[in-house]
């Protein structure tokens, strides 16, 4: 099993950066994919990138060249950094892991593939 706590999300100003962590307990063996997905209320979740056990990565097209996706294994944490923030990027983001072998482009229309998730940190761009 594993389990996803994320931290960082607040309330920052258009234009801004925040960085979201997620730390990975339980089987920290980290041979499985990650990504970062985000959902606004009254809309569908979405995929908004992806890391998988190769290292390659995957972002949807509206955060290209803004956000990162990173991982450190010895701290057993997942970041993404994200600059130039829009308020559309305003949603709860969620941190997942899938023990299938997913690679990260896959895993940006692959949720259903994400068996392991975390409860969300919130994100706030005015």
């Known amino acids: 099993h594993v389990q996803l706590v994320e931290s960082g999300g607040s309330s920052v100003q258009a234009g801004g950066s925040l960085r979201l962590s997620c730390v990975i307990s339980g089987y920290t063996k980290i041979d499985y994919s990650l990504a970062w997905f985000r959902q606004v209320p009254g809309k569908e979740r979405e995929a908004v990138a992806a890391l998988d056990v190769d290292g390659d990565t995957a972002y949807a097209d509206f955060v290209k060249g803004r956000f990162t996706i990173s991982i450190d294994k010895a701290k057993h944490t997942l970041y993404l950094q994200m600059n130039s923030l829009k308020p559309e990027d305003t949603a709860m983001y969620y941190c997942?892991?899938?023990?299938?072998?997913?690679?990260?482009?896959?895993?940006?229309?692959?949720?259903?593939?994400?068996?392991?998730w975390g409860r969300g940190t919130q994100v706030t761009v005015s």
């Open positions: 997942a892991a899938s023990f299938l072998r997913v690679t990260a482009i896959e895993a940006l229309d692959a949720e259903a593939d994400f068996g392991y």
